[in-house]
């Protein structure tokens, strides 16, 4: 009888320092005693661990797998990969300028989409605030372009951006946005911007600040996409996280390049030469073997 109740007090007193007092209040003495224990032990230390990963000491059985960040895809040729496969941070600078300067003056389009299809779920992206005391959603749909300028060390571009921001059924009356692409490496391209303002109520006006994490350029159709925080603050203030599409008007190749002279224009241009070259050596004999070449000689009528 002693040996048992040493044995249920030894049982106790180790699973009390495996599992702690929580196990002990859940657990019959009988669960304890089949074998529960360590099946529970073994849950409990991969709970205790799922957000040890970061730890080196911690045991390798239990680590929990943290996805790393997403690569940034790029289409082209109408072909889909990621870029690290087989491009360079300065080849998706330079598109990416190129796609943003054949869109200069004009308005992208703004849509939640999904981040594995990359389609657009809504026109818009929602985000909820509160203006004054009444809640209320407000919505970003498009975004005009009205400057894009080179940044000195070609890894980065400013960009001055106004977006179109309703309310309530009202349109806000929201100030310039001077936003800045930044392109770290091949997998970290943010836009940011220092915050613009709305004014969504009487009393003043509203901050609000970007952020949008780039991970999906189709240089085909004009699409960036990411995922966006946006967040405001003043009078109104609220926001919202989220993925989006920019769908912008042209694409990053030129529309209609004319890499080539017309022949009409060819021939115009040999035929002027000719009559130049032969009013020249006119006016040179005329004027003597001393006189002096006239470059763009004047036919007088």
Partial sequence: MLRKTFFIVMTLAVSQALVGCNYLRTHTPKQILSGDLIDDSNRFVEKVCEDCSDNPEASTDFKASVPGRAPVVVCRSQQCAPAKLSMTKEYVHNSLLQLLDNNNYSTALICKASDTAHTCLENYVALPVKVGIVPTYAYIDSV??????????????????????????????????????????????????????????????????????????????????????????????????????????????????????????????????????????????VNGANASVQVFPINKK
């Fill in 144 to 285: 005009k372009i009205t400057d894009v300028i080179l940044g000195k060390k070609n890894d980065s571009m400013k960009l001055i951006l106004n977006y179109n921001l309703t309310y309530g059924g009202q349109v806000a009356s929201c100030t310039p946005s001077q936003s800045i692409l930044f392109i770290r490496d091949i997998d970290h391209i943010l836009l940011e911007d220092s915050q613009y303002t709305c004014n969504m109520t009487t009393i003043g006006s509203s901050s609000i600040k970007t952020v949008f994490m780039v991970d999906y350029i189709d240089l085909d159709y004009g699409y960036i996409g990411g995922y966006y925080s946006i967040g405001i603050s003043g009078p109104a203030y609220g926001g919202g996280n989220g993925y989006m599409i920019l769908r912008l008007a042209k694409n990053a190749h030129p529309l209609a390049p004319a890499l080539q002279a017309p022949k009409n224009a060819a021939k115009s241009s040999a035929s002027a030469a000719t009559g130049i070259n032969s009013s020249v050596n006119s006016a040179t004999k």
